[in-house]
């Protein structure tokens, strides 16, 4: 994958990040692959019509790549994008169709002002009921934060743990978009204007962190940053002439939901994330408690609390003190989002889901570097468009 | 056969000062917005009902990076309402100190000029 950022990538095109993030992929195959071996071509992708006002990007990538005519498809399921790419690859292999498949996905974003890419993302709700009357994307999350706090009788505070937690890990990740803690972040931040902070809390909680949708500030979205994500699928026995320590993908999940989050039957919960994972941990064969290592969708805070509740790792209502109990950290019991997650390592849209099957292939081979999860053998990633319309799951372990 | 229950009628119904869902013949459940299938039972067969537009704000933000179209509104608070007959939707939140908006507040539906068309909005009785 390329190092997701909001400037690095200012003078290239979406296929030109696209290409880089695949070369990666293709080279860093243990006893070597050429791109002609690739079948076919899955990419992720939400709204480059927009940012780029370029479409038909399935067949670009393959062109770019320089394999025509193998078949191509761009998949678009918002924000998880490259997580319906990825399943979607895992079906066409194990339909028998093909054996080598290459699936990623991208998003070129900071083509747009921050009021061009609210409009944006927007989209990706409900346009006729929901954005018709001022809902932003982040207004929504900020909702179920507001319905959850209401419901649990928890605060914004626990929120801000998921905050210093991601951005302390994306600091360990030189993939990431934001590579500085939260106090790093409010040192310099207080530099100009003379003013000290005592600690992470009392930055989040001041006008340095100015908010968005309320309860939600600055601090706790996901920043809007250019990049692309691929990874290589084969067929067990075909992955085992390529590598010797291949990792499997033990499980596959996705489900919909009401495209408005006003039509769900509670706010404080993603039943498309509850679905998607009980279909993975069952094809797995694997429970809540084997996962050592996931990547969930924190585009928001309050979205990483919510998801480590719906896949099963803490109860209802206990994600946020899971995150303050530092047991979500990267030495806790259970390590969520090692590699600062959206939060930190940044989020253009369509490549997300691809990231994290990326990371989680990293980490159970051991190559994760300074934000390895010790002996990690099996892990999981959540990927989940819009308010939770499209999720998917995968788990993937050791080979 | 086309489809009576479209985002156009509903629109259309918000200009006219009404609150526009519909009823499924077959279970009885209601819907807002109107849809065309009764995600309840499948049956096809809905009729149009009229909400009476008082209910609750189940949840709400107040938004502080507006969408284009809302700039002029900003801050404005937007949220959830559960209607006293049951569904849910959203819409423009309306009271005069926004940051006592509270969970469970009682509201009414307010039809909002907006450029060119009404925006459904709630203000708190």
Same mark, same amino acid.
């Given at each position: ?399 | ?30 819907? #807002?917005?109107?849809?065309? &299938? ?8 809905? @009729?149009?009902?009229?909400? =009476? !537009? ?38 423009? #939140?309306?009271?005069?100190? &926004? ?8 509201? @009414?539906?307010?039809?909002? =000029? !907006? ?11």
């Amino acid at each position: 994958m390329t190092r997701f950022h909001h400037k690095i990538h200012a003078d290239k095109t979406g296929r030109e990040i696209f290409v880089e993030a695949a070369l990666e992929a293709v080279d860093s195959v243990d006893k070597g692959l050429k791109l002609g071996g690739v079948e076919s071509v899955f990419v992720g992708n939400f709204s480059n019509d927009v940012f780029e006002k370029q479409s038909h990007t399935g067949a670009m990538m393959a062109d770019w790549l320089g394999i025509n005519p193998k078949p191509a498809v761009r998949v678009e399921g918002a924000c998880a994008s490259s997580g319906v790419a990825f399943n979607l690859g895992v079906q066409s292999i194990a339909s028998g169709l093909y054996d080598i498949v290459l699936v990623g996905g991208f998003e070129k974003m900071r083509s747009q002002t921050t009021e061009q890419v609210t409009d944006t993302l927007a989209m990706a709700a409900d346009a006729s009921y929901e954005a018709s009357v001022g809902f932003t994307f982040p207004g929504l999350y900020a909702s179920m934060a507001t319905a959850y706090f209401h419901k649990y009788g928890t605060r914004w505070e626990e929120l801000a743990a998921v905050t210093v937690k991601n951005h302390r890990n994306g600091a360990l990740n030189p993939k990431a978009h934001f590579q500085s803690d939260i106090m790093s972040t409010a040192v310099k931040a207080g530099e100009g204007k003379g003013v000290k902070f005592k600690d992470e809390l009392e930055f989040l909680s001041s006008s340095f962190n100015p908010v968005v949708a309320h309860p939600l500030r600055l601090f706790d979205c996901c920043p809007v940053s250019d990049g692309a994500a691929v990874v290589i699928l084969a067929g067990e026995d075909v992955a085992r002439r390529f590598t010797d320590t291949p990792v499997m993908v033990a499980g596959i999940g996705q489900a919909s939901d009401t495209l408005a989050l006003h039509d769900r039957q509670d706010f404080t919960s993603m039943r498309a994330t509850r679905v998607a994972a009980e279909n993975a941990y069952r094809l797995a064969g694997l429970s809540t408690k084997e996962i050592d290592v996931a990547d969930v969708h924190d585009c928001f805070t309050i979205a990483e609390v919510i998801a480590t509740e719906d896949l099963g790792f803490f109860p209802k209502g206990q994600g946020g003190k899971a995150a303050v109990e530092g047991v979500t950290g990267l030495k806790g019991d259970k390590p969520v989002n090692a590699d600062g997650g959206l939060k930190a390592k940044g989020h253009p849209v369509g490549a997300t889901g691809a990231a994290m099957a990326y990371e989680i292939f990293k980490q159970l081979r051991g190559e994760a570097g300074d934000h390895q999860v010790a002996g990690a053998e099996v892990g999981l990633a959540q990927n989940v468009g819009a308010a939770g319309a499209t999720v998917t799951v995968q788990i993937f372990r050791r080979g | 056969m086309g489809i009576t229950f479209t985002v156009q009628a509903f629109n259309d119904g918000l200009a006219q000062g009404k609150l526009r869902g519909a009823r499924c013949m077959s279970c009885g459940e209601l819907h #807002l917005p109107p849809r065309p &299938i009764c995600r309840t039972c499948g049956s096809r067969q809905l @009729e149009w009902f009229d909400f =009476k !537009g008082t209910g609750h704000v189940e949840t709400f933000t107040v938004i502080g990076v507006p969408l284009s179209e809302f700039k002029e509104r900003s801050p404005y608070a937007v949220g959830i309402v559960k209607l006293d007959e049951g569904p849910t939707i959203s819409g423009l #939140l309306l009271k005069e100190k &926004i940051d006592e908006l509270r969970v469970g507040e009682r509201v @009414e539906v307010a039809y909002i =000029k !907006g450029q060119d068309r009404t925006i459904l909005g709630f203000r708190a009785v």
